[in-house]
């Protein structure tokens, strides 16, 4: 009898039941382990290079913090490190410190601030890879689901951000 799939169930499975199961069982061959015993029964789990493979075992970690850091921050400071409270720019001396989302002290306006203060980057505590994650997968049409788990985040989290680039859209058409 076929099962019936609603359009939900459908998604959220999504990538997995198309790709194929993780591993493959595979029965250890009778090997002697010395002393005449021999090792029986054994099953190791081989692993499969292909998609569906990749998709389960994803990590954030294979992302490089530095660079997310460093490419999204660009975007939002496109002129320069800059004070997100007063507008000036960073002296020379400190600008490495912003770029590596340090705590400042703006010699100008004597607040302190990080380089995401201010900016949605700061919205949700999540790290730079997350966020550029999020963007990327909803970027390729992954559903909010799907992308939850692969970057480790409540879903609401992704909702938002979806959220927030649609209002991007919206303002610049
Ligand atoms: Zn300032």
Known sequence: MMKVVDKKE??????DDLLGDRHEWVDMEKKEIGNGENQTGARIAKRTFKPGVVVSEFDVNFLDEGKCRKYLLEIFYPEGAR????GKLVPEKSVQRFWENKKMKCPYCGKFYFATSKTVLSAKKLSFRQIYLIALFLGL?????????LV???KKIVYYWRGY???LEVKHG
């Open 10 to 15: 459908k998604m959220e499975k999504g990538i």
């Open 83 to 86: 004070c997100p409270i007063c």
């Open 152 to 154: 480790g985040c409540d």
């Open 165 to 167: 680039f649609e209002g």
């Open 141 to 149: 049409g992954v559903n909010p689901y799907k992308i939850a788990e």
